[in-house]
């Protein structure tokens, strides 16, 4: 699936992620990559100013973290994003499910 | 020579130079990480980066996903200090007024104040002034800053300034307070030099 196609849908992926757990760009985007069977093909770093955009929404958080002598961004999700991927993911099953039965799936 | 990874990451700073240090570095982990990844699974140190810089993706891709997705004009860091320095703005009129208040209710109205006349001919006077009529305003300016976290857009043509509202608790305090107390202190200041001409006021 090409970057067009999936940057409406880019927060959700991004919060869905980390809802998994704390990572950094790297694991976000290896994330992203794994669960959706490498469907999601977008430059990688492209991720980045939509992960900077979700913390400046305070959808996610990060701090700086050091580890194995490389310096790291690591995000997390907050509860505001927590409740904004609750609200896109029932927004999606809504359209997903519409989509559906118009194209008869 | 230059690795392809110093060199695209020497491009992607030029490229961004308001964009701040964060996407360079935070490039630089993920470069180096997929490199490491790649030379892991046997491919050449060289081959690696300009593998990991190939599906990184383009300079022009990243700065437009930078643009698309607008800079603030604050950095979250700036505005997770704004409540504190607007506090510290205020602090000394709230300070002032809660003195003058004390002093009425005491009974001592006109008299010699906390500090004595000591102020009044130091040189700081008319700083101590400023401080106090603009500091609480100047708080309430960087209260609203914050507050509506404006961001541009680069759009086909020009630009697009777009307003968030992030609304914290400690924001919206020291907003309200800021802002009575600025309020509270101009009309004061304007009652007492509204017969005064020229600006500033006589007073300041």
Request: a neutral charge; one cysteine or more.
């Amino acid at each position: 699936m090409r970057g067009e196609a999936i940057k409406g849908h880019l927060d959700m992926l991004l919060l869905a992620v980390l809802e998994d757990g704390d990572a950094h760009g790297y694991a976000v985007i290896e994330g992203l990559r794994e669960t959706s069977n490498g469907a999601f093909d977008l430059p990688e770093g492209t991720v980045y100013p939509a992960l900077h955009r979700l913390e400046r929404e305070r959808y996610v958080a990060s701090q700086w973290n050091k580890s194995s002598g490389r310096k790291r961004r690591v995000y997390s999700l907050t509860a505001r994003g927590r409740k904004a991927l609750t609200d896109r993911r029932s927004e999606w099953a809504g359209f997903s499910r519409a989509v559906g039965t118009v194209i008869g799936l | 020579m230059t690795s392809p990874i110093e060199q695209y990451l020497i491009e992607l700073e030029a490229r961004l130079p308001m964009a701040g240090r964060r996407i360079v570095t935070e490039a630089r982990d993920h470069l180096l990480e997929e490199r490491d990844r790649l030379m892991a699974n046997e491919v050449e140190r060289m081959e690696a980066e300009r593998q990991a810089v190939a599906s990184y993706g383009h300079i022009e891709d990243i700065v437009s996903a930078v643009r698309a997705n607008g800079g603030p004009v604050l950095s979250p860091r700036v505005i997770k200090w704004i409540p504190w320095v607007a506090l510290l703005l205020s602090l000394p009129t709230l300070v002032f007024i809660a003195v003058n208040v004390i002093e009425e209710v005491a009974g001592n109205s006109g008299g010699v104040g906390v500090f004595g006349d000591s102020l009044d001919h130091s040189p700081l006077a008319g700083l101590i002034d400023r401080m106090l009529v603009f500091g609480p305003l100047l708080a309430f300016g960087l209260v609203v800053l914050a507050t509506t976290n404006v961001r541009f857009t680069r759009q086909e043509r020009g630009f697009n300034a777009t307003i968030h509202l992030r609304l914290t608790g400690r924001l919206l305090v020291i907003g309200i307070v800021s802002g009575l107390v600025a309020g509270a202190v101009v009309a004061y200041w304007l009652a007492e030099n509204m017969l005064c001409a020229g600006f500033p006021p006589c007073g300041l």
